[in-house]
């Protein structure tokens, strides 16, 4: 996603100042959960050849949205999530027939460093983080939990670099894989768009590719991710993304995920793609030359996917190719985003679930109809 368009969004929130953009998180009681007796329970989710599969061995169709706020409000300094985290909110997601949510991680904030305010990181943080998951769970949701902002050194996580970095990832990946090694019903993803190469994203990382500000920073790898995450008990799924900002799978640089991809000794990894309109690979020719490849070997998933990528088209002719396209070829997806920022890069208008514009709409009806 345009992380400019992800800033000027968080800005606007701390401007507006209102009260349920400013929730700090923690532990949700009992009594706000709500009834949720037609909820059926999750099963757990693992790879199975191409495909993931519930704990009975069942194909999962995964479609859901994005919520951002937790990779942003905590770096700025006035909270973790942006809008509510309660049931209702939860409820309303799951009201439109979605089945999983990506969770957006900010490593300062999850690691409690470079002068994260301690009511927004650390223990905080962590524990707001997996109280949301298991609010989720409560409603039918599996989590896709994602790391997307970090940052090298002792400069703050303020945005999306072009890479992990080598000073702080490996710790996050351990933590983030400590923490969530015994929830069965979660995907863990150690990085969401990158902009170097196959070699430097996927096998060894680098130190002439990435840069914070006007200067390199030593990057880290997918290889490292998946082994860190491993050595740590988590062994559950992992969602490696393609490169170019998720969006090129193959047929770029020389190379492609399935050629680069990690090893891993659980072969429990997913792909997953960035698809929006004006991107690179935006038409079904491209998907065909570049995706389906991929998903005859590897379960695939949209892990970010919309209209288009900054915001600009509030139509639905590129979103109305796209989900058919996934639906024929078993890949999942989750929409960007569960935010009521306005204008056309945004799903709501409202917590309470109302689509913000025609290709929102065109999302609700899809995923109610499947």
Known sequence: MNERLIVLAAAAAVLLGGCAARHSGGAIPQAALGNRDRVPALTGLRVSGNHIVDGSGNPLHLQGVNRSGTEYACIQGWGIFDGPSDAPSVQAIASWNSNVVRVLLNEDCWLGINGVNPLYGGTAYQNAIVAYVNLLHSYGLYAEVSLIWGAPG?????????????????????????????????ILAPWGETTVNWTCFMKTGCANQAKWGNSYYRTASMQQAVTVMRGAGYGGV????????????????????????????????????????????????????????????????????????????????????????????????EAWTWDTWGGCGVLISDYNGTPANAWAQWVKTHYLSY
């Open 154 to 186: 002792k400069h703050q996580a303020t945005y999306q670099p072009p890479a992990p970095d080598e000073d702080h990832s490996p710790a996050m990946w351990s933590s983030m894989a400590a923490t969530f090694k015994n929830d069965p019903d979660v």
């Open 238 to 333: 992992i969602s490696i993304p393609c490169i170019d900002y998720a969006n090129m799978c193959a047929n770029y640089l020389g190379s492609s995920w399935l050629k680069s991809h990690p090893s891993d000794p659980a072969g429990q990894l997913v792909a997953e793609a960035h698809v929006y309109g004006k991107n690179s690979c935006d038409t079904v020719s491209c998907f065909n030359a570049t995706m389906a490849p991929l998903t005859k070997q590897f379960p695939l998933i949209f892990g970010e996917t919309g209209e288009t990528y900054d915001g600009s088209d509030c139509g639905s002719s590129y979103i109305s190719t796209f989900l058919p396209w996934a639906d024929a070829h078993g890949v999942g997806y």
